[in-house]
Protein backbone atom coordinates (compact mmCIF):
# COMPACT_ATOMS: atom_id res chain seq x y z
CA UNK A 1 0.00 0.00 0.00
CA UNK A 2 1.22 3.35 -0.66
CA UNK A 3 1.88 6.24 2.12
CA UNK A 4 -0.81 8.93 2.17
CA UNK A 5 -2.12 10.75 -0.01
CA UNK A 6 -5.22 13.66 0.82
CA UNK A 7 -8.43 14.01 -0.72
CA UNK A 8 -9.39 15.54 -3.94
CA UNK A 9 -11.83 17.47 -3.94
CA UNK A 10 -14.32 19.90 -6.66
CA UNK A 11 -17.30 21.25 -6.19
CA UNK A 12 -19.29 21.59 -9.95
CA UNK A 13 -22.80 22.68 -10.73
CA UNK A 14 -24.66 20.18 -12.70
CA UNK A 15 -27.42 20.55 -14.57
CA UNK A 16 -30.74 18.76 -13.88
CA UNK A 17 -32.99 18.57 -17.37
CA UNK A 18 -36.65 18.66 -17.05
CA UNK A 19 -39.10 18.48 -20.07
CA UNK A 20 -39.20 21.49 -21.84
CA UNK A 21 -36.90 23.83 -19.31
CA UNK A 22 -33.64 25.08 -18.86
CA UNK A 23 -31.72 22.34 -16.81
CA UNK A 24 -32.46 23.33 -13.05
CA UNK A 25 -28.41 23.76 -11.05
CA UNK A 26 -28.24 21.29 -8.31
CA UNK A 27 -24.31 21.61 -6.82
CA UNK A 28 -22.40 18.61 -6.32
CA UNK A 29 -19.24 18.06 -3.93
CA UNK A 30 -17.32 15.53 -6.26
CA UNK A 31 -14.74 13.61 -3.88
CA UNK A 32 -11.34 11.17 -4.60
CA UNK A 33 -10.88 9.08 -1.44
CA UNK A 34 -7.00 7.44 -1.98
CA UNK A 35 -8.27 4.88 0.81
CA UNK A 36 -10.72 3.75 -2.15
CA UNK A 37 -8.71 4.20 -5.49
CA UNK A 38 -11.27 2.95 -7.71
CA UNK A 39 -14.25 4.95 -6.50
CA UNK A 40 -15.56 8.83 -6.80
CA UNK A 41 -18.14 10.25 -4.47
CA UNK A 42 -20.53 12.75 -5.46
CA UNK A 43 -23.23 14.09 -3.03
CA UNK A 44 -26.05 15.85 -4.68
CA UNK A 45 -27.68 18.99 -3.27
CA UNK A 46 -31.18 18.40 -3.73
CA UNK A 47 -34.04 20.00 -1.50
CA UNK A 48 -33.00 20.26 2.55
CA UNK A 49 -30.73 17.40 1.68
CA UNK A 50 -27.58 15.50 0.15
CA UNK A 51 -27.61 12.83 -2.71
CA UNK A 52 -24.59 10.59 -2.42
CA UNK A 53 -23.85 8.05 -5.27
CA UNK A 54 -20.46 5.93 -5.35
CA UNK A 55 -19.28 5.03 -8.70
CA UNK A 56 -16.13 3.95 -10.58
CA UNK A 57 -13.61 6.62 -11.38
CA UNK A 58 -12.68 4.65 -14.71
CA UNK A 59 -16.31 4.76 -15.61
CA UNK A 60 -16.59 8.54 -15.41
CA UNK A 61 -13.48 9.31 -17.30
CA UNK A 62 -14.71 6.65 -20.42
CA UNK A 63 -17.58 8.64 -20.44
CA UNK A 64 -16.09 11.83 -21.12
CA UNK A 65 -15.09 10.30 -24.49
CA UNK A 66 -18.06 7.45 -25.30
CA UNK A 67 -20.78 6.20 -23.47
CA UNK A 68 -20.26 4.13 -20.62
CA UNK A 69 -21.86 2.10 -18.19
CA UNK A 70 -25.13 -0.13 -18.15
CA UNK A 71 -25.82 -0.39 -14.26
CA UNK A 72 -27.46 2.54 -12.06
CA UNK A 73 -25.11 5.14 -13.49
CA UNK A 74 -24.25 5.93 -17.16
CA UNK A 75 -22.16 9.01 -18.06
CA UNK A 76 -21.48 10.06 -22.10
CA UNK A 77 -20.87 12.88 -23.79
CA UNK A 78 -24.08 15.39 -24.44
CA UNK A 79 -24.25 16.52 -28.30
CA UNK A 80 -22.53 19.79 -27.13
CA UNK A 81 -19.03 18.47 -26.62
CA UNK A 82 -18.42 21.06 -23.64
CA UNK A 83 -20.99 19.30 -21.81
CA UNK A 84 -21.45 15.68 -20.18
CA UNK A 85 -24.91 13.45 -19.53
CA UNK A 86 -24.76 11.74 -16.25
CA UNK A 87 -27.90 9.53 -15.79
CA UNK A 88 -28.78 8.26 -12.65
CA UNK A 89 -31.55 5.38 -11.63
CA UNK A 90 -32.38 4.07 -8.66
CA UNK A 91 -35.60 2.24 -7.31
CA UNK A 92 -36.78 5.64 -5.92
CA UNK A 93 -36.35 7.37 -9.32
CA UNK A 94 -33.94 8.49 -11.82
CA UNK A 95 -32.49 12.20 -12.78
CA UNK A 96 -30.56 13.06 -15.78
CA UNK A 97 -27.49 15.25 -14.95
CA UNK A 98 -25.37 17.71 -17.43
CA UNK A 99 -21.69 19.46 -16.44
CA UNK A 100 -18.98 20.72 -17.84
CA UNK A 101 -16.71 18.53 -19.69
CA UNK A 102 -14.09 20.21 -18.37
CA UNK A 103 -14.28 20.59 -14.80
CA UNK A 104 -15.36 16.95 -14.79
CA UNK A 105 -11.86 16.23 -16.72
CA UNK A 106 -9.83 18.75 -14.21
CA UNK A 107 -11.05 16.81 -11.43
CA UNK A 108 -10.12 13.53 -13.17
CA UNK A 109 -6.59 15.16 -13.90
CA UNK A 110 -6.12 16.19 -10.31
CA UNK A 111 -7.23 12.40 -8.89
CA UNK A 112 -4.81 10.51 -11.86
CA UNK A 113 -2.04 13.38 -9.65
CA UNK A 114 -3.07 11.64 -6.43
CA UNK A 115 -2.99 8.30 -7.78
CA UNK A 116 -2.18 6.91 -11.65
CA UNK A 117 -4.30 4.78 -13.36
CA UNK A 118 -3.10 1.61 -12.87
CA UNK A 119 -1.61 2.16 -9.27
CA UNK A 120 -4.80 1.30 -7.35
CA UNK A 121 -3.93 -2.02 -6.06
CA UNK A 122 -1.30 -0.48 -4.52
CA UNK A 123 -3.54 1.59 -2.42
CA UNK A 124 -6.51 -0.61 -1.85
CA UNK A 125 -6.81 -1.90 1.28
CA UNK A 126 -8.27 -5.26 0.84
CA UNK A 127 -8.07 -6.66 4.88
CA UNK A 128 -9.65 -3.16 5.73
CA UNK A 129 -12.46 -3.52 3.27
CA UNK A 130 -13.52 -7.37 4.89
CA UNK A 131 -13.44 -6.23 7.95
CA UNK A 132 -16.02 -3.47 7.16
CA UNK A 133 -18.36 -5.74 5.20
CA UNK A 134 -18.08 -8.31 8.01
CA UNK A 135 -18.74 -5.60 10.44
CA UNK A 136 -22.72 -5.40 8.65
CA UNK A 137 -23.52 -8.99 8.52
Known sequence: MGTESPAVRATVIF???????VPLPVRADLEYDPSD???????YHA???????LFGR????????APAGDGDVRVRPAADP???????NAPDGSAVL???A???ADFLDR???????GDEARWFDFDHELTKLAMHD
Do not use: K
Not at 15 to 21: E, H, I, K, M
Not at 58 to 65: Q, V
Not at 82 to 88: A, N
Open 15 to 21: GLRTFGA
Open 37 to 43: PYAIAVG
Open 47 to 53: GPGVVRW
Open 58 to 65: DLLADGLI
Open 82 to 88: SRVIVEL
Open 98 to 100: EAP
Open 102 to 104: SEL
Open 111 to 117: TYDAIPA
